[in-house]
């Protein structure tokens, strides 16, 4: 394995490499949809990383929003600085402590997975926390145990990092949420009345409308969300492991809410989950949340809802907020991976 400089990283301007791996994950074969079992995993290693050296080094774990996907994340765009090279420049600033910074894939043909096994998108959870971390712990020189993980992400990409810590305890140690999907009584149900108007528009026919949407030049915003909440039904509330057999958690005839089905989406909120995983909360090293006050989605609710929560249990959490929306806040990656790193093992 070389870790010369990539053209990506020549491209991104970095000084440490940049590598893009495939993980061909048995979590993911043959679901229902049809995605990719082998996926691609980006990561970052940095300046002076020798995988002949003994220095061994923590990782930290980034998970994408919904509609994104790894290629998404290191992306450039003018004026803008993205994980990868925030990481970079904190590393060559001397800002953080050295570490590897690992970009998972969790797209899927309906915008995201939320990073939860799913009988309908396939094994997301686990195919984070065993194929994808197995695959880093045995091809570089990581810290390979729970002091040396952390996972972070934004919107459905914080979402997934709180739902790994309370799903898997003893994988990663800290995580970090930027405007992350919680409070789901807020957050949600705003969506559903466009969502069900577009779907009885296409009769119900949610295969008809995909294949639709894939195929159009240009889609209206209300199309975007009608996705996202099937992107979500399929993660909360998926009726069989036959593609596009899903419940949703409104009437398709009033589009009326139904209570049963929402319960459903509810029993997978960081903010309903909290009490009940002390035990998993606590062994964390650092609990970070923070939201910019004026997100579209309410998220900044959902940030201080969590954030009591945790508090509630007895224990600390770092939560900041921030004058912004939801969109275009990486910049809050300057804040979140310094303190990541700072509580991990280090060599």
Known sequence: MSTALSPLATLLGTQGAILVDVVDSPALAENPLGDAAARPVVVYLPPGYDPQGS??????????????????????????????????????????????????????????????????????????????????????RTIAGEGGRAVFGKSSGGFGAMHLILEHPGTFAAFASHSGDAYFRYAHPPSFPAAQRILEAHHWEIAAFVAAFESAHKRPKSEYVTMEMLGYAAAYSPRSAVAFDLDLPFDRISGELREDIFARWLAFDPVERASRHRAELARLRLRYLDCGRRDEYGLDIGARAMTQRIRDLGLQVEHQEFDDDHRNVGYRYEVSLPLLTEVLDRN
């Open 55 to 140: 220095t061994r080094y923590p990782v930290l774990y980034c998970l994408h929003g919904y509609t994104g996907d790894a290629a998404a994340l290191v992306s450039a765009r003018p004026w803008e600085t993205n994980v990868v090279q925030w990481m970079d420049r904190l590393l060559v600033e001397r800002r953080m402590p050295a570490a590897i910074l690992v970009i998972v894939d969790g797209f899927t043909r309906l915008g995201g997975s939320q990073y939860v096994d799913s009988v309908h998108n396939g094994l997301y959870a686990t195919y984070v926390v065993r194929d994808v971390v197995g695959h880093i712990d045995r091809t570089y």
